[in-house]
């Protein structure tokens, strides 16, 4: 038999912590253990039923071929007018590219911005798979560590300090996941001044758009169209497994990321393309308002309800659906922690390992995609354990 041979890249690509957490949680439910499961980072509800039956009608219309790599040109000009109508702001059609979800645009911003040996800047805590997707590119990421002050954001004083002569790019995400943060309008203008003056790109991520609860809910496009704007039906629009995303990118990278689609992914997926066309309808929209009020909701029952225990949360999540808390009262190995408090309680969470390594040992993330019931259920839980 011919032996494994792996490239190192690959051998080296870091894990998901987070995945022993569900493996063990799933051998605990097999024995009739009820789990409350804090770490799922995706919305609880289902598909809103008219967009499942936009997919099937394309099904049934056989509309399963193909389409051009950069998308459907009708939902491009779709995309084109929700920033139209959510943020008065005329966006080209040519310029947005849909993708297979937003880890799909990564993987394109990244491959056609880095070269092997080039740094792209990230921010620690932190969405891990951009670090991974830039290590597979034989790039490098260089994380640097947020805190409370920033928003737990990049900050132009932070990426001039760390700018290198390979660096080509910064990547923020906002809101921010693991923190629920918003990165201040003033502080994104900055930024993007910076890296233009560096002849860099700026990447930003705003898959958590749509699910802010406080303050403005703004894209980066109001501020630059030199930036690099991704997006994805999965999370506003509670979509994940449709795998659909997008991303709007200066002209001049247009026909390069075609070239680049074209031959890593051919195409995103049919049937999602036309549904994502219903998603974007003012009626549908409603049903997606109401799904971010009953995130609002949990977030305001989860925030206090953890202060009140001893977690220490620094900065206020404002969106997403998630809480990034410290757990120094408790532990200095949050992993470990995190563990006992799933096998003890059969309560779930993410171990800040899985963010990054800044102060990770004393953080841990609880995403609120469960109903009110069962949030209040592994409140207890956690207190119970807490003071055992
Ligand atoms: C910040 C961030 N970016 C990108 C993604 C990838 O999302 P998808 O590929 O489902 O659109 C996620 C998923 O959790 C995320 O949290």
């Given at each position: 038999m011919t032996s494994r041979k792996l490239s190192q890249r690959s051998q080296t690509l870091s894990p998901f912590h987070v995945m022993d957490i569900l493996a063990q949680a799933k051998i605990l439910s097999q024995q009739g253990k009820t789990i409350c499961h804090l770490e799922i980072g995706e919305p609880d509800f289902a598909t809103a039923q008219p967009i499942i039956e936009a997919g099937i009608d394309a099904l049934k219309q056989h509309k399963t071929h193909y389409t051009p790599a950069l998308g459907l040109a009708e939902l491009r000009h779709a995309i084109a007018e929700y920033y139209d109508r959510k943020f008065s702001q005329v966006v080209d059609p040519q310029r947005i590219i849909i993708t297979p979800g937003a880890s799909g645009a990564l993987q394109l911003a990244l491959t056609c911005l880095l070269d092997a040996g080039d740094n792209v800047l990230l921010a620690d805590p932190g969405y891990p798979c951009n670090r991974n997707i830039a290590q597979v590119l034989a790039a490098e990421a260089i994380t640097i560590p947020v805190n409370a002050?920033?928003?737990y954001q990049l900050d132009a004083r932070a990426v001039a300090q760390h700018w290198k002569a390979r660096t080509r790019a910064a990547m923020v995400a906002t809101?921010?996941?693991?923190?629920?943060t918003v990165l201040p309008k003033a502080q994104l203008t900055a930024l993007a001044q910076l890296i233009e003056r560096k002849q860099g790109r700026l990447i930003v991520d705003e898959i958590y758009q749509g699910l802010v609860y406080e303050d403005e809910d703004y894209t980066a496009l109001e501020i630059s169209d030199e930036c690099f704007v991704i997006n994805s039906f999965s999370k506003y629009f509670g979509m994940t497994g449709w795998r659909l995303g997008w991303m709007v990118v200066p002209e001049c990278y247009v026909d390069v990321i075609d070239r680049i689609a074209q031959n890593?992914?051919?195409?995103?997926?049919t049937m999602s393309q036309y549904a994502a066309l219903t998603a974007l309808k003012i009626e549908t929209q409603v049903l997606l308002d109401a799904r971010r009020d009953e995130f609002k909701q949990r977030r305001d029952f989860l925030l206090p309800a953890l202060e009140q225990m001893g977690f220490e949360i620094a900065a206020k999540p404002q969106a997403a659906f998630y809480i990034y808390a410290n757990c120094e009262k408790f532990t200095d190995d949050s992993f470990n922690w995190v563990k006992k408090l799933l096998n003890k309680q059969g309560v779930a969470l993410t171990p800040g390992i899985d963010f990054g390594s800044n102060r990770a040992n004393i953080h841990c993330r609880f995403a609120y995609t469960q109903s009110l019931e069962i949030l209040q259920q592994a409140v207890d839980k956690i207190d119970a354990f807490i003071h055992k």
């Amino acid at each position: 038999m011919t032996s494994r041979k792996l490239s190192q890249r690959s051998q080296t690509l870091s894990p998901f912590h987070v995945m022993d957490i569900l493996a063990q949680a799933k051998i605990l439910s097999q024995q009739g253990k009820t789990i409350c499961h804090l770490e799922i980072g995706e919305p609880d509800f289902a598909t809103a039923q008219p967009i499942i039956e936009a997919g099937i009608d394309a099904l049934k219309q056989h509309k399963t071929h193909y389409t051009p790599a950069l998308g459907l040109a009708e939902l491009r000009h779709a995309i084109a007018e929700y920033y139209d109508r959510k943020f008065s702001q005329v966006v080209d059609p040519q310029r947005i590219i849909i993708t297979p979800g937003a880890s799909g645009a990564l993987q394109l911003a990244l491959t056609c911005l880095l070269d092997a040996g080039d740094n792209v800047l990230l921010a620690d805590p932190g969405y891990p798979c951009n670090r991974n997707i830039a290590q597979v590119l034989a790039a490098e990421a260089i994380t640097i560590p947020v805190n409370a002050e920033n928003c737990y954001q990049l900050d132009a004083r932070a990426v001039a300090q760390h700018w290198k002569a390979r660096t080509r790019a910064a990547m923020v995400a906002t809101p921010s996941n693991p923190t629920g943060t918003v990165l201040p309008k003033a502080q994104l203008t900055a930024l993007a001044q910076l890296i233009e003056r560096k002849q860099g790109r700026l990447i930003v991520d705003e898959i958590y758009q749509g699910l802010v609860y406080e303050d403005e809910d703004y894209t980066a496009l109001e501020i630059s169209d030199e930036c690099f704007v991704i997006n994805s039906f999965s999370k506003y629009f509670g979509m994940t497994g449709w795998r659909l995303g997008w991303m709007v990118v200066p002209e001049c990278y247009v026909d390069v990321i075609d070239r680049i689609a074209q031959n890593i992914f051919l195409a995103p997926p049919t049937m999602s393309q036309y549904a994502a066309l219903t998603a974007l309808k003012i009626e549908t929209q409603v049903l997606l308002d109401a799904r971010r009020d009953e995130f609002k909701q949990r977030r305001d029952f989860l925030l206090p309800a953890l202060e009140q225990m001893g977690f220490e949360i620094a900065a206020k999540p404002q969106a997403a659906f998630y809480i990034y808390a410290n757990c120094e009262k408790f532990t200095d190995d949050s992993f470990n922690w995190v563990k006992k408090l799933l096998n003890k309680q059969g309560v779930a969470l993410t171990p800040g390992i899985d963010f990054g390594s800044n102060r990770a040992n004393i953080h841990c993330r609880f995403a609120y995609t469960q109903s009110l019931e069962i949030l209040q259920q592994a409140v207890d839980k956690i207190d119970a354990f807490i003071h055992k």
